[in-house]
């Protein structure tokens, strides 16, 4: 299990995430999202840190103002909320200057694990997922602790 | 260039607040999240921090860390984030 707060009083719920370039390593906020579909990461970040966005095939997204262009670049490893997931495709986007984000965590990584969030107390867990009922009892209790 | 000695990550976005940051990482808290790091570059332009990054991987850095130090939007600012796509 991983456990991990956050400010309740913002108006975002922004974690590190840790990406595995060619280059090293950068860790980078991003905001959880589980409006977005894919996972997305600032463009000119990714380049800077030796993803090859040129070569990179082409899609076409739909965000809430409309349609527009991005990459897939297929990162190495990103690792956010205890979650690790290796050679992850994501969507390579301009973000624009006053956000004060790098990427959004979208559901394609959030669904690699459960996701247990209080937004009262600011807690967010991230649990495995049930094997059977015994492990399913010992996931409640630590999701319990968080209530 | 910044200071040399580490200090709280939480300490310098409080100090550069409303800029974006260049970070060397040299500690982790209990759940392996950046605690402590050295600020290695600092500027209100994101890109200019973006090409520090390159930067300082041509230097030999290994591990960096950029944020923002301030709100996710301005305020007085509403955002809507989500981004539909498929591979």
């Known amino acids: 299990m991983f456990w991990v707060r956050f400010d309740p009083t913002r108006p975002d719920v922004r974690f590190w995430a840790r990406l595995l370039s060619l280059r090293g390593i950068v860790w980078c906020e991003m905001v959880l999202d589980t409006g977005s579909s894919r996972t997305v990461l600032d463009e000119r970040l990714l380049a800077r840190a030796g993803y090859d966005l040129i070569a990179s095939p082409k899609v076409t997204v739909t965000t809430a103002s409309g349609r527009m262009e991005a990459k897939i670049v297929t990162v190495r490893q990103i690792s956010a909320l205890g979650i690790s997931a290796d050679d992850f495709p994501v969507l390579a986007m301009p973000l624009s200057q006053p956000l004060g984000i790098d990427g959004l965590l979208g559901l394609d990584f959030l669904r690699l694990r459960n996701l247990f969030c209080n937004f009262e107390k600011g807690i967010l867990l991230t649990l495995p997922f049930s094997r059977n009922l015994t492990h399913r009892f010992a996931l409640s209790a630590q999701i319990f602790a968080a209530l | ?87």
Do not use: N
């Open chain 2, 1 to 87: 260039m910044g200071e040399i000695r580490p200090e709280p990550i939480e300490q310098i976005r409080q100090r550069y607040e409303g800029e974006w940051l260049l970070i060397k990482v040299t500690s982790y808290d209990e759940s392996g999240l950046p605690k402590e790091g050295i600020l290695l570059f600092h500027s209100p332009d994101r890109e200019a921090v973006y090409e520090a990054v390159d930067d300082a991987f041509k230097r030999g850095e290994d591990e960096l860390l950029t944020c923002f130090a301030g709100p996710l939007v301005p305020e007085g600012w509403e955002v809507v984030l989500s981004v539909l796509g498929s591979v």
